[in-house]
Nanobody
């Protein structure tokens, strides 16, 4: 099994920065991609950023140039650095690990509990 836990949310003024962290545990070697999603009130969950095992990143157009996703393999942790935050970035942010355990076999996506990010004007 794979488990992920997020941290780092909070309240920040528009234009400010926050860094979210996501620690993975369990069958780390089965993880292919780490992902960040967000869900604002009344809206569908949307994909914000992804990072593959090889370190390739991808971002939603709405956050390109402002958010940076990185990883520390030694700590099994990914970081979402969020700069120039806007009120539209207010949402619950979820970390997810997309994995494939060939030994079982089983594939899936492990979700964290979410962390609230609130950007005030």
């Amino acid at each position: 099994q794979v488990h992920v836990v997020e941290s780092g949310g909070g309240l920040v003024q528009a234009g400010g920065s926050l860094r979210l962290s996501c620690v993975a545990s369990g069958k780390i070697d089965a993880i292919n991609t780490m992902e960040w999603y967000r869900q604002a009130p009344g809206k569908q969950r949307e994909l914000v950023a992804t990072i593959t095992r090889s370190g390739t990143t991808d971002y939603a157009d709405s956050v390109k140039g402002r958010f940076t996703l990185s990883r520390n393999n030694a700590k099994n942790t990914v970081y979402l650095q969020m700069n120039s935050l806007k009120t539209d970035d207010t949402a619950v942010y979820y970390c997810a690990a997309e994995y494939l355990d060939v030994q079982v076999p089983v594939a899936g996506r492990a979700w964290g509990q979410g962390t609230q990010v609130t950007v005030s004007s």
